[in-house]
């Protein structure tokens, strides 16, 4: 995955997490229940979608740096083949 990408993949996924929320609150505001409560379970989940949030960039970059890896790896070892060929 290059530079220009992680932008498009990022926002894909805070796109997906945030549809998810709003599902969630809409689900939570037209389930049966007292004021207080559906208040707490929507604080409760606004804390949960934030937290799932400051966890985004970091994976985002994790999987990055893992299919870079595998792609360097995946290139040199078709490399050798090729040698390995070539000096046959």
């Known amino acids: ?3 220009q990408d ?3 993949v990022s926002n894909i996924v805070v796109s997906f ?3 998810a929320a709003v599902g969630a609150v809409v689900a939570y505001l037209t389930a049966p229940g ?3 409560e559906t208040r707490a379970k929507i604080r409760e989940m606004a804390s949960d979608a934030g937290a799932a949030l400051k ?3 970091q994976a985002v970059s994790d999987a990055a740096g893992r299919s870079a890896r ?3 790896e995946s290139f ?3 490399m050798r ?3 390995t060929r070539s000096d046959a």
Do not use: K
């Open 1 to 3: 995955m290059n530079e």
């Open 6 to 8: 992680r932008p498009i």
């Open 70 to 72: 595998a792609a360097r």
């Open 76 to 78: 040199s070892s078709s």
């Open 17 to 19: 997490v945030v549809g």
């Open 34 to 36: 007292t004021g207080a």
């Open 81 to 83: 083949e090729d040698e």
């Open 55 to 57: 966890r985004v960039p």
